[in-house]
T-cell receptor, first 110, second 119 residues
Framework: DQQVKQNSPSLSVQEGRISILNCDYT??????FLWYKKYPAEGPTFLIS?????DKNEDGRFTVFLNKSAKHLSLHIVPSQPGDSAVYFC?????????FGSGTQLTVLP | DARVTQTPRDKVTEMGQEVTMRCQPI?????VFWYRQTMMQGLELLAY????????DSGMPKDRFSAEMPDATLATLKIQPSEPRDSAVYFC?????????????????FGPGTRLTVL
């Protein structure tokens, strides 16, 4: 039973446009949420996080939105760049565990 | 440029053999995480250490997997005996825990992974 789901395995976006990656979670005990980016043959790298007391966190071109009532998390990348092409994992955590989604492959087309 | 290192990068072995994967966390970090990535399950947390003590290994099959930290500079993940279903990429990550010890709050730095193939 996956507690964190990324229902879109892939997403293609034109350079300069907005990329929106989505994530749903089921465990209401999760109180911290993170996004990681992963290039081939490398480990994931931390991108941005948000705690459950907020509904938005922004860092440059990256914004994470949290909708606690819907148990939904999204990552917006504006504007998208070819270098953003990677697999994006969302992760949700509580005091006892950290659970990752299965990832979404983002391809930004030049 | 501090990095988490993992050895070996690739391992091919036969079913029934013992496999040992090693991780050197970033100097000064006090948390270590072991993950397994498969196509079907994505990234699964196997074990979580803080100050070398295992805090959570509930994600790890106990009968064949074991994780240890002999010292602060080395974490190991062993599989004995290995099975074909263990084939995956195994990632180690390290971080600096906040006082709460909340694994989700710790920014984790991942190593490059060990690609394990069990024939």
């Amino acid at each position: 039973d996956q507690q964190v789901k990324q229902n879109s395995p892939s997403l293609s976006v034109q350079e300069g446009r907005i990329s929106i990656l989505n994530c749903d979670y089921t465990n209401s005990m999760f109180d911290y949420f993170l996004w990681y980016k992963k290039y081939p043959a490398e480990g994931p790298t931390f991108l941005i996080s948000i705690s459950s007391i907020k509904d938005k966190n922004e860092d440059g071109r990256f914004t994470v939105f949290l909708n606690k009532s819907a148990k939904h998390l999204s990552l917006h990348i504006v504007p998208s760049q070819p270098g953003d092409s990677a697999v994006y994992f969302c992760a949700s955590g509580s005091a006892r565990q950290l659970t990752f989604g299965s990832g979404t492959q983002l391809t930004v087309l030049p | 440029d501090a990095r988490v290192t993992q050895t070996p990068r690739d391992k091919v072995t036969e079913m029934g053999q013992e496999v040992t994967m090693r991780c050197q966390p970033i100097l000064g970090h006090n948390t270590v995480f072991w993950y397994r990535q498969t196509m079907m399950q994505g990234l699964e947390l196997l074990a979580y250490f803080r100050n070398r003590a295992p805090l959570d290994d509930s994600g790890m099959p106990k009968d064949r997997f074991s994780a240890e930290m002999p010292d602060a500079t080395l974490a190991t993940l062993k599989i004995q005996p290995s099975e074909p279903r263990d084939s995956a990429v195994y990632f180690c990550a390290s971080g600096l825990a906040r006082t709460s010890g909340h694994p989700g709050l710790d920014t984790q730095y991942f190593g490059p992974g060990t690609r394990l193939t069990v024939l």
